[in-house]
Each structure stands twice: as structure tokens, then as C-alpha cells.
């Protein structure tokens, strides 16, 4: 009998020497902008693996689920995909 198919993987790898791109976001927005990248990652690799929808209401919901407002998840995914993290 053949495995059952699964949506997203288990582990992703986070390298403990970030680059500078990490740094700006940390600079930026502190431990909260790099906490937000993290749980992003989380939820990209945990649900299809190598993507997730976003628009604002995601963000508003992602916001919630993360004690962060709508507009501060924003901020954050934007200047992480203008420093090519996403």
C-alpha cells in the first residue's frame, strides 16, 4: 500500500549564521520582524510546502494569531520580499 500523500514538509532548514538581509529585517523591526519571517516560513512549509495565499485578510488573521496587527504583518512582508527573503 502506498503512502498517503502529504501537503508541506516536516522541517525546513534555518541556517544559524543569517545573512544581511535577516539583519535589516531584525534592524528594522526588531525581534518581532524576524520572529514574523520565522512563522512565515512555518506556515508557507507547513501547509503547501513551498507557497501560501496572502492578501490583507490573511495577514489580518496571521496578525491575530501572531498578537500583531494586520498592518504590522504588512509592513514586514514587504520589506522582507523588497530584501528578496520571499
Known sequence: MARPLKNGVDYFP?????DDKFELIEAEFGLVGFAVVVKLFQKIYGQQGYYCEWNDEVALLFGKRNGL??????????ASIRRGIF
Open 14 to 18: 534555518l541556517d544559524v549564521i543569517l
Open 69 to 78: 496587527g494586520g498592518n504590522a504583518v504588512s509592513e514586514i512582508v514587504s
